[in-house]
């Protein structure tokens, strides 16, 4: 089973993603992430929603700059790979937050 990064990694991500939704999208109050067999969850807490809005799961590939980008498709309620409008299948945090954001968030600020 894949290991999750370490902790001093998924707090720097955690800090990282929370910084740029803070940015783009006021209507977003957090982002949380969570955890699971080397894969990071990344949901949007809005400010006028009880539940998170899930956004994309991102794959640990070892480096803290690089992840692995799924959307979450909540026509279907699974994670499906996909790429970044780069081309790529990876990139950094932020861009897969923003590829995800923009598609399920409002109009960035």
């Given at each position: 089973?894949?290991k999750?990064?370490?902790e001093s990694?998924?707090?720097?991500?955690?800090?990282r993603?929370n910084?740029?939704?803070?940015t783009?999208?006021?209507q977003?109050?957090?982002v949380e992430?969570?955890?699971?067999?080397?894969f990071?969850?990344v949901a949007a807490?809005?400010k006028?929603?009880?539940e998170?809005v899930?956004l994309?799961?991102l794959?640990f590939?070892?480096?803290?700059?690089?992840?692995?980008?799924a959307?979450y498709?909540a026509?279907?309620?699974?994670y499906?790979?996909?790429?970044?409008?780069?081309?790529?299948?990876i990139g950094?945090?932020?861009?897969?937050?923003t590829?995800?954001g923009d598609l399920?968030?409002?109009?960035p600020?």
């Amino acid at each position: 089973m894949p290991k999750n990064p370490p902790e001093s990694m998924q707090r720097h991500l955690r800090n990282r993603l929370n910084v740029h939704v803070g940015t783009r999208w006021p209507q977003a109050e957090s982002v949380e992430v969570r955890f699971r067999a080397g894969f990071a969850y990344v949901a949007a807490q809005l400010k006028d929603e009880d539940e998170p809005v899930p956004l994309c799961r991102l794959r640990f590939t070892g480096a803290l700059h690089t992840w692995g980008f799924a959307l979450y498709l909540a026509s279907t309620g699974k994670y499906e790979d996909n790429f970044l409008p780069s081309g790529l299948p990876i990139g950094s945090p932020e861009d897969c937050l923003t590829s995800a954001g923009d598609l399920y968030l409002d109009t960035p600020a």
